[in-house]
């Protein structure tokens, strides 16, 4: 059974950072694609950051946001500098059965629960 469990949300000001972690058990990290998607209140969820063989970003995230991960830990992280108040939203993990990425959430199969980010002005 594979589960994602992210940690790391909160509230922040304008320009801050944070890193958020997403724990995996019963599937490892370095041979699938792991990314990071956002909901805002009344939007879609939207991709933000992937990494399999590579690691690809949204363009409202680039040069901000870096994905990383730690295969000794099976852990995925989302450190995030310069945050905005467009920022602000609920934060998932996201894993596939494969390697080859795809921005499209309808491409992954596990997720975990979402951690809260909130930018204040």
């Known amino acids: 059974q594979v589960r994602l469990v992210e940690s790391g949300g909160g509230l922040v000001q304008a320009g801050h950072s944070l890193i958020l972690s997403c724990a995996s058990s019963?599937?490892?990290?370095?041979?699938?694609?792991m990314a990071w998607f956002r909901q805002a209140p009344g939007k879609e969820r939207e991709f933000v950051a992937g990494?399999?063989?590579?690691?690809t970003y949204a363009d409202s995230v680039k040069g901000r946001f870096t994905i990383s991960r730690d295969n000794a830990k099976n852990t995925v992280y989302l450190l995030m500098n310069s945050l905005k108040p467009e920022d602000t939203a609920v934060y998932y993990c996201?894993?596939?059965?494969?390697?080859?990425?795809?921005?499209?959430?309808?491409?992954?199969?596990?997720w975990g629960q979402g951690t809260q980010v909130t930018v204040s002005s």
């Open positions: 996201a894993a596939q059965n494969f390697i080859t990425f795809t921005p499209d959430s309808q491409g992954y199969q596990y």
């Open positions: 019963g599937r490892t990290v370095s041979s699938t694609t």
């Open positions: 990494i399999g063989r590579t690691t």
